[in-house]
C-alpha cells in the first residue's frame, strides 16, 4: 500500500504563494498519474489538478486554472502544487492522491491544512 505525506500548508495572506508537496512511498511512483484534491470547511471535497505519469499532461479545476500549477519529480517520487495568488476561497485541507490504472483515484494522503486570510 502506497503512503503519501503531504508537507507545506500553512496560513497565508490573500495574493500570497505557498508549495504544496506530496512524497510517495514505494518504487512504482512514476507509473502513476497523481493529483490534488481539497475540502473546505462544509463543502464536499473536489478536484484541484492532476498530472500524468510522464508530467507532460496536466489538468486544473476552473476555479483554479492560470494560478496553481501542478508538476512532479519522478527521480525524487514527489508530486508537488504550486499556489500563486491565494483566495480566501482556496481555504481547504488539500490531499495528494495516486489514481488507479483506471483513472480512479486509489490511494489519499491524509492532507495538509491551507489558510488564506483577507
Known amino acids: 500500500q502506497v503512503q503519501l505525506v503531504e508537507s507545506g500548508g500553512g496560513l497565508v495572506q490573500a495574493g500570497g504563494s505557498l508549495r504544496l508537496s506530496c512524497l510517495a512511498s514505494?518504487?512504482?511512483?512514476?507509473?502513476?498519474?497523481m493529483g490534488w484534491f481539497r475540502q473546505a470547511p462544509g463543502k464536499e471535497r473536489e478536484f484541484v489538478a492532476s498530472?500524468?505519469?510522464?508530467?507532460?499532461?496536466?489538468y486544473y479545476a476552473g476555479s483554479v486554472k492560470g494560478r496553481f500549477t501542478i508538476s512532479r519529480d519522478n527521480a525524487k517520487a514527489t508530486v508537488y502544487l504550486q499556489m500563486n495568488s491565494l483566495k480566501p476561497e482556496d481555504t481547504a485541507v488539500y490531499y495528494c492522491?495516486?489514481?488507479?490504472?483506471?483513472?480512479?483515484?486509489?490511494?489519499w494522503g491524509q492532507g495538509t491544512q491551507v489558510t488564506v486570510s483577507s
Open positions: 498530472i500524468s505519469r510522464s508530467g507532460g499532461s496536466t
Open positions: 514505494g518504487r512504482t511512483f512514476s507509473i502513476y498519474a
Open positions: 492522491v495516486r489514481y488507479s490504472s483506471s483513472s480512479t483515484v486509489g490511494s
